[in-house]
Structures are given as structure tokens and as C-alpha cells.
């Protein structure tokens, strides 16, 4: 494969809805996105609108990011036929996506690569970010020690609890870690944090924003960096089938892997694409991290969208049994997708998604992230009521090895880390 | 003219800010109250937010037990409504985009006027992103103040050249709460500022003692103190109020 990383976006119609004609008349889809951000970081956003608008179309750096994606993070990731899955659910023909694969196995490292290069290209010397299960920390504090570059990760206090072994990781790569207790302590708090932080210091230091949410550019940054996912798929699917696949699923929290997944399909309408929140216990719970499902229209993290919150605005403090998909928010793109129908956003629960979870370790040997394991269980219950003729592209966002201690918990069994 | 004008016409003023509902509505309203009677020129109610991403801990805190005392935008309105039988001085909110919109913009901002407020500041609303408000804060005459920051560089003039009631000059990088040392070179930014707009010039963030405050009004038209105030009111709760007289006094007459 000669460039992995595409830089030229597909067509798209514009997108609809008020815009205002100033310098982020780019960071809207739809209504939603924006710059939502304190006057302290504005110029620190347009300088990396500007330093990522040059390098997107710059020829050494797509090469130099083609190399880190092929030789460091082992890209491409394979599209795999599931084919015990799929006999067994006895409708559709399962693919799934690999992205478990990838070198700190999950999709965040495609991410964290190229924003990672670009901060050195600034010439950043530091780079802070925000992690929930802890993948994203680790692919940052990676990148960080591939580039010289100092590290410095924010993650809630309950996320470390739940995710130990990612918190040592980061360390053993040299971040330092800083447990966030303020608010639920959580993946929201994790994101406040580093963007106060960016706040105090912005010469030197790259904030390494994880999912396609925040202010503009990071929603797009995002997502062109993640769509190395779909272009592959796109090109292994016909290579297998010689066709476009008619479903499409990813897990959703901000969104960055089901943006990358879904991307290059957008305008091929034929395409399904689905995106599976996390319901927690029920979308009628309290207990939920469901955003299209249970949030309404919100100014928040620096963007327009879909929130949890209740009727005067407070953000609501979301659950999830997957430390990566309990944010009470999702990235305006996909708010975009959803508001135009495009795409479909389905809750998944906590139980649904740790049956998936033991259901495809056992099917087809595969531990997925329990947050890819709510793509999987809504594949175990659509598969089934399709034909046999049709084609499903399930990406496993990330491997399940962080997540054995805590499922095997919630199976009411005590094991050491 | 805006009423805000006022508060810049008895010397160098004084601006207090104080989270809504912390510990109680009632204590809130004995506060602002003192703080008026010992020389706060504009008063700054902060309607909490559970998220509010430009504090630094003390106004987190602050925020934090106010929601969890239960206050909400319209017990916050009633407080303003009481106050107004009271106090006259220029007031203006403080809170986050999301408080505004989950309200609806164009009731927040007329319930704004109704009961009295003078403007208003969020610090999550840039220029590029004042569309959102402004057209509502126009129709119904409520100031939406801007923020102008020390890495505002080439920005200055334009958000100052739109700017309504009066600047809020951010002293220093970082989110607010009180620093030992200003660094920040206040004073060439000020002269921008005044090359393009006739408004007055607040400094905020990071300043809690009279000789910081002296030395900040000395090169614009007034000094803006939240946490030293937040903190007072974390430390005595409900019998804050005389302290936070006590400490209104001591700033204003550095400044007089």
C-alpha cells in the first residue's frame, strides 16, 4: 500500500444548518462543533488548524506517517472472516476489523501517531492528554517516548482503580500519571483537566486530544488520522468480496474509532453504518453513558452537540461498565450523522456487552475491549435476522486483556492484576 | 449607555465575584450585600456549573457545594430578584455556555433584563463564537462582556473594537485562583486595548491582596477578585458575609 494515510477527504455535501462565517466556518458539521473554548486557548487551536492544514498536504510528513503506521504500529490492521461467529448466529457473514492488532493494542495509536508528529513538526516538546480506559494514555505516553517527548496523562481516580495495569503501563513508558478527582472522577473530569492544563502552559506543550470531540480542529484532526480504518476496509472487502459490505459497526463513546470505521463510507449510501453507545444498565437508568439515546443539544468540552445533562444544562454523571465509553457526551461529527439519519446510534448494556465480550473469546478466540464488545453484542442480536448474503464489518476497536480483571469481577470472581 | 459604566466612576473599581448558592442563597444575598456596602463597584454572581473548566480548585469547590445545596439558574434568578430591592450597582453573571443554552438563550437573557442583571461573562464563549448570545443580549440590552488574554497577541483589537461593557482582562495563563506573582506585560496589552475601544479595562485572575490589586488598577480601571472571596466563603460558610465585608473594604480603599 502506498500512502495509508489519505489526506484527500470524499466528497460530501455540504453540511446544513447555521454556520457562522468566521475563521471555524470548517469546525461545523451541521450545527454542531465549534470553538467553545476560554480566549486563552484560541490562538493555540488556530495555530494547530494551521500547522495541520499545512502538513495534511505536505509529502514527507504523509510519509514519514505512512512508516509509523506500517513499521511501528503494524498497520495495515487485518480484516478478518469470523467464520464460526457467522455460522453460529446463521445470518449475515461477519468480518471484523482488527485494530486489537495494532501495536498498544487498539485504534488510538493511529491517532496519537499523527498528532504526535505534528506536535514535533510545531515544535511541542511535551504532550498532555486525557485517557478513560487508559488505551489512549498508553498510545500517548508511546508515542511520547518515540519522539523524546515529555508525557503527562490525566486520567479520573476511578479509571486508575479500574484500569491499574494501563496506569503502570504509561508509567513504565515514562508519563507521568495524574489521577483526577474532581467531578465523578471520570473520563469527563480526565478531558477538564488536561484542558485547564493546556491553559497554564501552551508554548511548549501539545494537547493530545484522544476521540473526534473538543473544539475545532480536533474533531476533524481526529477523524482524518482515524480514517485510515474505513479506506482499509473499503480496499480488504473488495479484495474478499469484490463488494461494499451493507453493515458497518463500531462502539461509540466520543467516537474516534466508529468516525475512522464509518468515514469512507459516508457516500456510499448503501452502506449502513452503526455506532453502539454504552446503555450502562439502561438507557432507563440513571446509570447509562448513552448519549443520542438519553442527551439533548449542548455547548460543552469546547464543542455543539449531543450531552447528557438535566433541564438547566449540568452534565450528568454518566456510567458505564467500559472505562472508555462513560463520557457523557459524542463528537459532533457523529451528532451530524445522527441528526441527518445517516447513521444509526444504538444503546448497548453493561450485560449485552460482557456476554459479547466471553461470547467472542470463546467463538472465535478473541478478547476484545469490553468497548468493542458493545459493537459485537449488537451484531450478535442484528446477524441473526439478516440474510445470508449480506456483509457485516464489526471493528474491534482494541484487545481485552485490560478488561479481564474487571469483567471477571462483575462475574463475582476475585483475581489479581 | 450601559448601566456597567457606572462602576467605573468612583475611582478604580472594585469587582467581587461570588458563586451563587455557596453554601447557601441566603448567605449569598448577605454577601453581595456587604460587599456593596463596603465599596464593591460590580458585583459578579457565578451560576455554578458542574464542569466549569476555566476554575482552578477553590471556584471548583465553590461550584460543587453549590449545586449540591441544590441551586438552579432560577433560584438564582429569585436571588437577583431580592437583591434588586437592595442594591443598585451594576451586576453581571459568570457562568458557562452550557447554563445559557440549556435555558434557551433568548429566556435566559430576557429573564437577564427582567430581573436586572447588566451583563454577562462566559468564559466559554469566544469572539468567534459570540454569534450564539449576542443577538439576544442586543434585543433585550444585556452587556456580553469579552475576555481578552495574555496570549490574545494579534486578537486584541478585534474582539476589542466589539466589545461591550467592559474588558475582561485574563492577567495570566491558566485558570483562575490566586498567584503569588503577576508576570504577564498587562501593560502593553492595555494600550492595545485602549487604541481600540473607549470601554474600561478589568483585571482578573489570580489577584487577592491590596498591593496586587493597587498594582493591577494602576494600569487599567479596576481589579476583578474570585477566589480570595470563594475562599472566605469555604472557609467561615454561613458567617462569611462580615468577612467578606471586612475584606472588600481593605481592597477598595487600595484603590481609592
Same mark, same amino acid.
Given at each position: 500500500?502506498?500512502?495509508i494515510f489519505?489526506?484527500?477527504?470524499p466528497?460530501r455535501?455540504?453540511p446544513?444548518?447555521k454556520?457562522?462565517?468566521?475563521?471555524?466556518?470548517?469546525g461545523?458539521f451541521?450545527?454542531h462543533?465549534?470553538?467553545y473554548i476560554?480566549?486563552?486557548?484560541?490562538?493555540a487551536?488556530?495555530e494547530l488548524?494551521?500547522?495541520?492544514?499545512h502538513?495534511?498536504?505536505d509529502e514527507?510528513?504523509?510519509?514519514e506517517?505512512?512508516?509509523?503506521f506500517?513499521?511501528?504500529?503494524?498497520?495495515?490492521?487485518?480484516?478478518?472472516?469470523a467464520?464460526r461467529?457467522?455460522?453460529?448466529? *446463521?445470518?449475515?457473514k461477519i468480518f471484523l476489523?482488527r485494530e486489537?492488532?495494532?501495536?498498544t493494542?487498539?485504534h488510538?495509536?493511529n491517532?496519537?501517531l499523527?498528532?504526535?508528529?505534528?506536535?514535533?513538526?510545531?515544535?511541542?516538546?511535551?504532550?498532555?492528554?486525557?485517557?478513560?480506559a487508559g488505551q489512549?494514555?498508553v498510545?500517548t505516553a508511546?508515542?511520547?517516548?518515540?519522539?523524546g517527548m515529555e508525557?503527562v496523562v490525566?486520567?479520573?481516580?476511578?479509571?486508575?482503580?479500574r484500569?491499574a495495569?494501563?496506569v503502570?503501563?504509561?508509567?513504565?513508558?515514562?508519563a507521568?500519571?495524574?489521577?483526577?478527582?474532581?467531578?465523578?472522577?471520570?473520563l469527563k473530569?480526565?478531558v477538564?483537566?488536561?484542558m485547564?492544563?493546556?491553559?497554564?502552559r501552551?508554548a511548549?506543550t501539545h494537547?493530545?486530544l484522544?476521540s473526534?470531540?473538543?473544539?475545532h480542529p480536533?474533531?476533524?484532526?481526529?477523524?482524518?488520522?482515524?480514517?485510515v480504518i474505513?479506506k482499509?476496509i473499503?480496499?480488504?472487502?473488495?479484495?474478499?468480496e469484490?463488494?461494499?459490505?451493507?453493515y458497518?459497526?463500531?462502539?461509540?463513546?466520543?467516537?474516534?474509532n466508529?468516525? *475512522?470505521t464509518f468515514y469512507?463510507f459516508?457516500?456510499?449510501?448503501?452502506?449502513k453504518l452503526?455506532?453502539?453507545e454504552?446503555?450502562?444498565r439502561g438507557?432507563?437508568?440513571?446509570?447509562t453513558?448513552?448519549?443520542?439515546a438519553t442527551?439533548k443539544?449542548?455547548i460543552?468540552h469546547g464543542?455543539?452537540s449531543y450531552?447528557?445533562?438535566?433541564k438547566?444544562g449540568?452534565?450528568a454523571?454518566?456510567?458505564?461498565?467500559?472505562?472508555g465509553l462513560?463520557y457523557?457526551?459524542?463528537g459532533?461529527?457523529?451528532?451530524?450523522l445522527?441528526?441527518?439519519?445517516r447513521?444509526?446510534y444504538?444503546p448497548?448494556?453493561?450485560?449485552?456487552?460482557?456476554?459479547?465480550?466471553e461470547y467472542?473469546a470463546?467463538t472465535e478466540?478473541i478478547?476484545?475491549?469490553i468497548?468493542?464488545a458493545?459493537?459485537?453484542a449488537?451484531?450478535i442480536?442484528?446477524?441473526p435476522?439478516?440474510?445470508k448474503?449480506k456483509?457485516?464489518?464489526i471493528?474491534?476497536s482494541?484487545r481485552?486483556?485490560?478488561?479481564?480483571?474487571?469483567i471477571?469481577r462483575?462475574r463475582?470472581?476475585d483475581?489479581?492484576e | 449607555m450601559?448601566?456597567i459604566r457606572?462602576?467605573?466612576?468612583?475611582?478604580?473599581?472594585?469587582?467581587?465575584?461570588?458563586?451563587c448558592?455557596d453554601?447557601d442563597?441566603?448567605t449569598?444575598?448577605?454577601?453581595?450585600k456587604?460587599a456593596?456596602?463596603?465599596?464593591?463597584?460590580?458585583?459578579?454572581?457565578?451560576?455554578?456549573f458542574?464542569?466549569?473548566?476555566?476554575?482552578?480548585?477553590?471556584?471548583q469547590?465553590?461550584n460543587?457545594?453549590a449545586?449540591?445545596?441544590g441551586?438552579?439558574?432560577?433560584k438564582?434568578f429569585?436571588?437577583?430578584?431580592?437583591l434588586?430591592?437592595?442594591?443598585?450597582?451594576?451586576l453581571?453573571?459568570?457562568?458557562?455556555a452550557?447554563?445559557v443554552?440549556?435555558y434557551?438563550?433568548?429566556k435566559?437573557?430576557?429573564?437577564?433584563?427582567?430581573?436586572g442583571?447588566?451583563g454577562?461573562?462566559?468564559?466559554?464563549?469566544?469572539?468567534?463564537?459570540?454569534?450564539?448570545f449576542?443577538p439576544y443580549c442586543k434585543?433585550?440590552?444585556v452587556?456580553l462582556?469579552?475576555?481578552?488574554?495574555?496570549t490574545?497577541?494579534?486578537r486584541i483589537?478585534?474582539?476589542?473594537?466589539?466589545?461591550?461593557?467592559?474588558i475582561?482582562?485574563?492577567s495570566s495563563?491558566?485558570?483562575t485562583?490566586?498567584?503569588?506573582?503577576?508576570?504577564?506585560?498587562l501593560?502593553?496589552?492595555?494600550?492595545?486595548?485602549r487604541?481600540n475601544?473607549?470601554?474600561?479595562?478589568?483585571i482578573?485572575?489570580g489577584i487577592?491582596n491590596p498591593e496586587?490589586?493597587r498594582?493591577?488598577a494602576d494600569?487599567?480601571?479596576?481589579a476583578?477578585?474570585g477566589?480570595?472571596?470563594v475562599?472566605?466563603?469555604?472557609k467561615?460558610?454561613k458567617?462569611?458575609?462580615?468577612y467578606?465585608?471586612?475584606y472588600v473594604k481593605?481592597?477598595k480603599?487600595?484603590l481609592?
Open positions: 500500500m502506498s500512502e489519505t489526506t484527500k477527504p466528497r455535501a455540504q446544513k444548518g454556520e457562522t462565517p468566521m475563521s471555524n466556518a470548517n461545523r451541521g450545527i462543533g465549534g470553538q476560554p480566549e486563552t486557548l484560541m490562538n487551536v488556530i488548524e494551521e500547522a495541520y492544514n502538513y495534511k498536504n514527507a510528513f504523509n510519509k506517517l505512512t512508516e509509523l506500517n513499521d511501528y504500529a503494524g498497520r495495515p490492521s487485518r480484516l478478518y472472516y467464520e461467529m457467522t455460522k453460529d448466529l *446463521g445470518g449475515a476489523k486489537d492488532l495494532n501495536h493494542g487498539a488510538k495509536i491517532n496519537v499523527g498528532q504526535a508528529l505534528l506536535a514535533k513538526k510545531m515544535g511541542k516538546t511535551r504532550l498532555i492528554a486525557e485517557t478513560g489512549h494514555g498510545a508511546t508515542a511520547a517516548a518515540l519522539f508525557c490525566f486520567m479520573g481516580e476511578e479509571d486508575t482503580k484500569q495495569l494501563n503502570y503501563r504509561m508509567k513504565l513508558l515514562g507521568d500519571v495524574i489521577p483526577v478527582t474532581s467531578g465523578t472522577a471520570t473530569d480526565a477538564s483537566e488536561a485547564r492544563e493546556w491553559t497554564s501552551i511548549d494537547y493530545c484522544g473526534v470531540m473538543g473544539p480536533f474533531p476533524t484532526i481526529v477523524r482524518d488520522f482515524q480514517a474505513s482499509e473499503k480496499e480488504q472487502i473488495k479484495e474478499k469484490g463488494r461494499l459490505p451493507d458497518v459497526l463500531a462502539c461509540v463513546g466520543g467516537g474516534s466508529a468516525i *475512522g469512507h459516508i457516500e456510499d449510501k448503501e452502506v452503526i455506532g453502539c454504552a446503555a450502562g438507557v432507563d437508568t440513571f446509570e453513558a448513552a448519549t443520542i442527551g443539544l449542548g460543552f464543542m455543539k450531552f447528557c445533562q438535566d438547566y449540568q452534565i454523571p454518566v456510567y458505564s461498565i467500559s472505562a462513560d457523557p457526551g459524542i459532533p461529527e457523529h451528532a451530524n445522527h441528526d441527518t439519519g447513521a444509526q444504538v448497548v448494556t453493561d450485560d449485552e456487552a460482557v456476554n459479547a465480550f467472542l470463546k478466540g478478547i476484545p475491549a468497548e468493542s458493545h459493537a459485537i449488537h451484531a442480536k442484528l446477524a435476522t439478516l440474510d448474503d456483509i457485516m464489518v471493528t474491534v482494541g481485552g486483556d485490560k478488561d479481564c480483571a474487571a471477571a462483575y463475582g470472581e483475581i489479581h | 450601559s448601566n457606572k462602576a467605573f466612576e468612583n475611582g478604580k473599581a472594585f469587582i467581587a465575584f461570588i458563586t448558592g453554601p442563597i441566603e449569598t444575598k448577605e454577601a453581595v456587604k456593596v456596602e463596603n465599596g464593591a463597584d460590580l458585583i459578579e454572581l457565578g451560576i455554578p458542574s464542569d466549569p473548566t476555566a476554575e482552578g480548585p477553590v471556584i469547590g465553590a460543587l457545594r449545586l449540591n445545596a441551586t438552579t439558574t432560577d438564582v429569585d436571588l437577583v430578584r431580592e434588586r430591592k437592595e442594591v443598585s450597582i451594576p453581571v453573571f459568570m457562568t458557562y452550557n447554563v443554552y440549556s434557551d438563550p433568548d435566559f437573557i430576557r429573564t437577564c433584563e427582567e430581573v442583571i447588566d454577562m461573562i462566559i468564559p466559554d464563549l469566544p469572539f468567534e463564537e459570540k454569534e450564539e449576542e434585543k433585550y440590552g452587556d462582556i469579552s475576555l481578552i488574554a495574555p490574545s497577541e494579534n483589537a478585534m474582539i476589542a473594537k466589539e466589545a461591550e461593557g467592559f475582561y482582562l485574563v495563563l491558566g485558570v485562583g490566586m498567584r503569588s506573582e503577576i508576570k504577564t506585560d501593560g502593553a496589552i492595555v494600550k492595545v486595548i487604541e475601544t473607549d470601554l474600561p479595562v478589568a482578573g485572575f487577592s496586587q490589586a498594582k493591577m494600569i487599567s480601571d479596576g476583578i477578585v477566589s480570595a472571596i475562599k472566605l466563603l469555604e467561615h460558610g458567617e462569611a458575609p462580615s467578606i465585608g471586612e481593605s481592597m480603599d487600595a481609592r
